[in-house]
């Protein structure tokens, strides 16, 4: 498998595969080749996978018990950018989306040259529109999608990436780390989004520590938040968030 990034021509190039990854910042004229397994070949820039999110169907039906907040596309092709090109842990590796939601997370990891991504969540309707994403972005064949709960997940093998964005635990205390815990059982690398705080860092850089994991990266994001929940009074407002980047061992 061989990736090529161009960046508006003269800023760089990188080769990716069983060989080494040189990388740079995220670039909005990211140029990407992809010629996977010698099959296919797909061109893709950050605000080509970020229109791609976009067009994306999302839930109808969001279950505030389930902290169904969707992750913004805007947001989504970012960390999965970030992901790729900071660090070569999406294209042609196993990818695994833990409460997959509308399926963002593992059809973006589809769209980057993963070789494989499963998604899972809870709740079958998220996976129905999930499933007809996949199927709208041409990804379906490399995705698949179970419905259960994060904690009882078993794989036959380890994943190599884990991306999600799990419930932060404000309804069901403790289910952020139910996820972090699953996560470091069956995953090399993982990308979880938390909420931001010094406190929450604190408990969750200890936690992560207790579980066999080593935080390697935090990034902070304003995570946008619509008025969809009945509790919410404004029409739309923003929360801080981590993106923590979690090394197994
Ligand atoms: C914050 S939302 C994120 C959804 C989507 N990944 C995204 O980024 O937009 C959390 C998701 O986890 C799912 N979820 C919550 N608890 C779960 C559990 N125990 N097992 C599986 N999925 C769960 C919810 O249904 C929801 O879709």
């Known amino acids: 498998m061989e990736v090529v990034i161009y960046v508006d021509k003269d800023t760089y190039y990188a080769q990716s595969g069983p060989g080494s990854h040189r990388m740079r910042k995220k670039d909005t004229y990211t140029q ?16 080509e996978l970020e229109m791609a999110l976009q067009s994306m169907q999302s839930l109808s039906e969001l279950d505030v018990r389930l902290e169904q907040y969707p992750t913004p596309p805007s947001m989504a092709a970012a960390v999965l950018f970030a992901a790729q090109f900071e660090h070569g842990d999406i294209t042609g590796k196993t990818v695994l989306d833990l409460g997959c939601g509308n399926g963002i997370f593992a059809i973006g990891a589809a769209l980057l040259g993963a070789e494989r991504v499963i998604g899972i969540d809870i709740q079958s309707t998220a996976l129905k529109v999930a499933r007809q994403n996949a199927v709208m972005l041409g990804t379906e064949d490399i995705i698949e999608w179970i419905l259960g709960d994060v904690a009882n997940l078993e794989l036959s093998t380890r994943v190599d990436t884990i991306v999600t964005n799990p419930p932060f635990g404000v309804k069901r205390r403790g289910a952020d780390l139910t996820f972090l815990r699953k996560a470091l059982a069956i995953a090399n690398i993982i990308y979880s989004i938390h909420l931001s705080g010094e406190k929450n860092r604190k408990f969750l850089r200890e936690s992560i520590e207790q579980l066999g994991g080593t935080v390697t990266q935090i990034e902070t994001f304003e995570f946008p938040i619509s008025r969809i929940y009945e509790f919410h009074t404004k029409q739309r407002h923003y929360t801080k968030v981590d993106l923590y980047r979690i090394c197994n061992g």
């Open 32 to 47: 990407v080749n992809f010629r996977s397994a010698g099959t296919t070949h797909m061109s893709l820039r950050l605000k």
